[in-house]
């Protein structure tokens, strides 16, 4: 609600009052349809900043259970598998068997923390290359 309520106060300071021979009502219908636009677009941002505090709220139960984890990066990529195996069972059983689809997003979150996982190794490995002066990894 608050990203809507900051983006529609936006869009109104940047409307101005009636301009070059504007009526009122042609003024508020130009208001009506730029804070319609900008409520839309910020409704699609609150979607993408719950699941991404979703992904990272996992990544933390993950962190808590297995402590922090570095693994090559085949076993990564299956580690990561077994994961996307997990989200593609559960949107089988969606799709056919009417499952919940929480169940599928559930799982799909699970990929996204692992993949977050992945990046972190990578980036740690990156800054502490550049630490000691070495190339990229």
């Not at 208001?31 to 996992?58: F, G, I, K, Q």
């Not at 559930?106 to 972190?120: G, K, N, P, S």
């Amino acid at each position: 609600v608050d990203v809507v309520a900051r983006a529609l106060c936006s869009a109104f300071a940047q409307m101005g009052g009636p301009q070059n021979g504007e009526t009122f009502d042609e003024w508020a219908a130009r208001v009506d349809r730029a804070l319609a636009l900008s409520a839309m677009a910020a409704m699609r941002a609150v979607p993408t900043e719950a699941a991404l505090a979703d992904v990272a709220h996992e990544r933390q139960r993950q962190h808590e259970k297995w402590g922090v984890q570095r693994h090559g990066w085949g076993d990564w990529m299956a580690i990561l598998g077994e994961e996307f195996g997990e989200a593609s069972k559960a949107a089988v059983e969606v799709t056919f068997n009417g499952a919940s689809v929480a169940d599928l997003r559930a799982e799909l979150i699970h990929v996204a923390a692992v993949a977050l996982q992945i990046v972190e190794h990578i980036d740690e490995i990156a800054a502490r290359t550049a630490r000691q002066g070495g190339q990229d990894i």
